[in-house]
């Protein structure tokens, strides 16, 4: 009867574990942006993944690049990333905006 309860509580911990740890595996994903000026990067902003973003260009010479395929993104000649999570959002304004997958 003994060995019984061990196995079952052997069984919920490895369970529970295995839940935690794909929970945390999901969790990430998001992004980081980097925030460039004179092509040093001075700024990190890291974003979860369920947040919306927009970029404007911040003056006639911007330019942006989306790429499909990794998701990456990049603005140059000044930008503009607005960031909106629910009701709340936030600017910021830098000579390059450069997107990458979060690595955690």
Do not use: C, W
């Amino acid at each position: 009867m003994k060995y019984k309860y061990a196995a079952a509580l052997v069984a919920v911990v490895v369970t529970t574990l295995s839940l935690a740890a794909l929970a945390q595996k999901q969790g990430s994903g998001g992004k980081v942006y980097l925030l460039k000026s004179g092509g040093e990067t001075i700024a990190e902003l890291r974003v979860r993944a369920s947040a919306s973003f927009t970029i404007q260009s911040a003056n006639s010479s911007g330019h942006s690049d989306y790429n499909v395929a990794t998701g990456a993104m990049i603005a140059t000649g000044g930008a503009i990333l607005t960031l909106t999570t629910g009701t709340n959002s936030i600017s910021v304004r830098a000579d390059e905006i450069e997107s990458v997958p979060d690595s955690k």
